[in-house]
């Protein structure tokens, strides 16, 4: 994992956190969070795409549950 991805995990993992203690509505959190996920979603789509496979992707409502 790239520095920046970590930066982004600790923030979506932070930002979820947050939301289901209730601190922050869903608009701040997923603006928070889909970084994190869209850096995730690429990666499988380019890890699917080396092995041939269908890309297994996070949805917001999957990662904050």
Not at 22 to 49: D, M, Q, R, T
């Amino acid at each position: 994992m790239t520095n920046d991805i970590k930066e982004l995990k600790e923030c979506a993992e932070n930002a979820r956190k947050l939301y289901r203690m209730g601190k922050f509505n869903i608009v701040v959190a997923k603006a928070l969070i889909n970084p994190y996920l869209e850096a995730v979603n690429a990666k499988s789509i380019e890890l699917a795409k080396k092995y041939n496979q269908k890309p297994k992707k996070v949805s917001f409502y999957a990662y904050v549950r």
